[in-house]
């Protein structure tokens, strides 16, 4: 009976130990199971946060983007209405030489029309003195003539010009006409006495 009870208490022992073994895996399984939540708590707390974080990043990320593309409209926006003011004081700028031309193309057109103004009463003024020179000179231009055809030399006349001035050429003058007419009659009377 005693090997029975060896055997019993052997049975009983190696029960007890796989009680305690099976518990002990059970505990190790449960420990091992609490681990694995934890960390799967861990990693799901850190999946969480990371998660969080990125929509935060995202969240940042597309309000800085928004405030980039709101700085961008307003700087674009500010550029084209410099690029407006600066086009405007060109064309103010070209206007101004445009006026300036046209007033000296006003005042051109007003000095060749004055000029041609005054041309015209010039050449009318001087066909009025020509016509008052040959009137007042006629009665000399007779005596040349009347002289001229008594001594033989041709009789001058002056020419009057009706542009643009007065131009007169020099003409003999009547006591020279004389004086060469007494010359030549002089000479043609002692041609004849010595003869």
Known sequence: MRGQFEDEDQ???????DVMRGQFMEDRQGRFSAEDIR???AESDRAARFGAEDVMYGRYG????ARFGAEDARRQGFETDEAARIAQMNAYQNMGTLVTDLQNQAAAGLISSGEAQRVLDQRALD????DFLDQRMYPQEMVNFALGALSGTPYS???????LGSSFTQNPSVYGQLISGLGAGYSAYRMANDQ
């Open 11 to 17: 049975e009983a022992r190696f029960g007890a130990e």
């Open 157 to 163: 006349t002056r020419n009057r010009s009706y542009q």
């Open 62 to 65: 597309d309000e800085r983007a």
């Open 127 to 130: 066909m009025a003195y020509a």
């Open 39 to 41: 960390r799967q708590q």
